[in-house]
């Protein structure tokens, strides 16, 4: 089980995006985390008529090191760690270390 999983709401703690909220698009194979909105690099693309690509500059989001963004915590607004636990049913949940509060439900 992972820490960050897509959909989480996290906040970055490190570079040029430090304090930055966002959720995670997506997990790259090498471990990278993509996050809406943060560490946006722009990429100037040719047009392609055949595939119906228009030319111009186009922004993009990068991936950005697990260890530089952490998971939010909406009681706290912090950025917080995250733990695992097992519950009574046989459940392994994720949990916020600061308050305990269990995020997967």
């Given amino acids: 089980m992972k820490r960050i999983k897509k ?6 703690i490190a570079g040029k995006d430090k304090g930055r ?5 997506r ?5 990278g985390v993509v ?20 030319g111009g500059i186009v ?3 990068l991936a950005l ?9 909406p009681t706290t607004q912090k950025g917080d760690r995250v733990g695992f636990r097992q ?5 392994k949940v994720r949990f916020f ?5 269990v995020l997967d439900t």
Avoid: C, T, W, Y
């Fill in 7 to 12: 959909g989480d709401e996290v906040i970055v």
């Fill in 35 to 54: 996050v809406e909105n943060v560490n946006v690099a722009h990429k100037h693309q040719r047009p392609n008529p055949n595939a119906g690509v228009a």
């Fill in 97 to 101: 270390k600061s308050n305990g509060e």
């Fill in 27 to 31: 997990i790259n194979s090498n471990g």
């Fill in 65 to 73: 090191q697990p260890s530089k963004i952490m998971l939010f915590n």
């Fill in 21 to 25: 909220r966002g959720s995670v698009l």
């Fill in 87 to 91: 519950l009574a049913d046989g459940r």
């Fill in 59 to 61: 922004d993009r989001e």
